[in-house]
């Protein structure tokens, strides 16, 4: 799982200080009993899950919780996690070990100060399953690519060649977008802006911002809902 699109690293002295600071923070807590707010936030295909945790123990630098069941199903799948914890002036990026579903309770290590810039958004951005069709077209050339993430304001797409598209030119999105309840896809061509190309796993992954206009953005707002609604019904069955 590519978590870049979800954080940056946030380094204040050096990776190994900041996280001797963290470790010293957790056994403090715990130490002087302090009552301080601690959540775990995950993104499970894009939909973002934070619940509060309560924090155990810290042996070693290894910090066990307990947390909510179905976050735990995540962190079992993804094996990491965010802490947002009051005591500490930024977010915790932590790699999630030993997770037990049925207890609710997981073993978190490897802590890193991070910004979650998932929650800069002002929508979800939300994965596509399966993956439909696109066609980017920019002075009269087109490229053809798989629809992998959508949201109200953006989507990326994976190239089926390598992108020769400048990072900032504005193109026509051709997409195909579900309706999930109908079990159709619907055609949608819209303005964007491409913000950034990625390297994944020898793909292009271009990254738009868009433009819709108001119908196009009552059709991507039903299908934002009825995945989301079905991203939280797969949590449910696999809790």
């Keep these: 799982m ?13 990776i190994d200080e900041d996280r001797a600071v963290i470790v010293a923070g957790f056994q403090d807590i715990l130490k002087r009993g302090l009552r301080v707010s601690c959540k775990l936030v995950n993104y ?52 999630a070990q030993n997770v037990n579903v049925a207890n609710m309770m997981a073993s978190l290590h490897t802590f890193t100060f991070v910004q979650i810039m998932a929650e800069s958004r002002n ?37 089926q060649e390598r992108c020769q598209i400048p990072i900032g030119e504005e193109i026509s999105l051709k997409l195909m977008v579900p309706n999930l309840l109908q079990n159709t896809v619907n055609p949608l061509n ?8 990625t390297d994944e796993d020898g793909w292009d992954i271009c990254r738009f911002s868009l433009a819709p206009d108001p ?25």
């Design 190 to 197: 819209t303005a964007a802006k491409l913000m950034a190309v």
């Design 44 to 95: 499970y295909k894009g939909l973002p899950l934070s619940y509060p945790a309560t924090i155990v123990e810290i042996d070693r630098g290894i910090l066990e919780v307990d947390v909510h069941k179905q976050q735990a199903v995540v962190m079992e799948k993804n094996r990491y996690t965010f802490i947002k914890c009051d005591y500490f002036d930024s977010p915790i990026m932590a790699k």
């Design 123 to 159: 929508s979800l951005r939300l994965e596509l399953e399966p993956q439909t069709e696109t066609v980017l077209k920019w002075q009269g050339a087109s490229l053809d690519a798989k629809l992998i993430e959508l949201s109200l304001g953006g989507c990326s797409a994976r190239a």
């Design 2 to 14: 590519d978590l870049s699109r979800y954080y940056r690293t946030n380094v204040k002295k050096s």
């Design 215 to 239: 119908q196009a953005e009552a059709l991507l707002s039903r299908y934002i809902f009825q995945r989301q609604v079905e991203i939280i019904r797969e949590l449910k069955e696999l809790a």
